[in-house]
């Protein structure tokens, strides 16, 4: 399974998806110097993307041997984390002032990147094997 390269960069990409339930999303300067922490899970609509990131993340890693499928999933997970990517972009963009954000806002940057870049290794992984296939059925054929 671990055997190709596209698996190491799903893995990677799960793992950030998967780390976001555990960091913070911004912090609030409160008065006397409190601070106010919030969390990615704490609003509704973050906590079911990063469920559906993850979902589509451990879908595209465990659908290894089979090179088109996998190769669709990254891509659906690609612009998943692209959409979040943009939700977070537009959120920091409104509240910026009041709230000092941490950089795991940028994790689904990463993570849509590097489902692209899987979904690219896939595809070439799948024509390759269509062409060697390919090759040893005309030579087949011949004899």
Known sequence: MWQRIQTLYLGISTALIAAMFFCRFATI?????????????????????????????????????????????????????????????????????????????LFPLVAAFLNFVAAHKSMVDEMTVQAVRGIRKSRKNRK
């Not at 088109?68 to 959409?83: E, N, P, T």
């Open 29 to 105: 300067a409160g008065p006397e110097g409190s601070e106010i922490i919030i969390r990615y899970y704490e609003k509704m609509p973050y906590l079911v993307l990063m469920i559906m990131l993850l979902s589509a993340n451990i879908a595209s890693v465990s659908t290894f041997r089979m090179f088109f499928l996998q190769a669709r999933v990254c891509v659906i997970a690609g612009l998943l984390s692209l959409g979040f990517q943009i939700w977070l972009g537009i959120d920091f963009l409104r509240f910026h002032g009041d709230m000092t954000f941490s950089v795991s806002l």
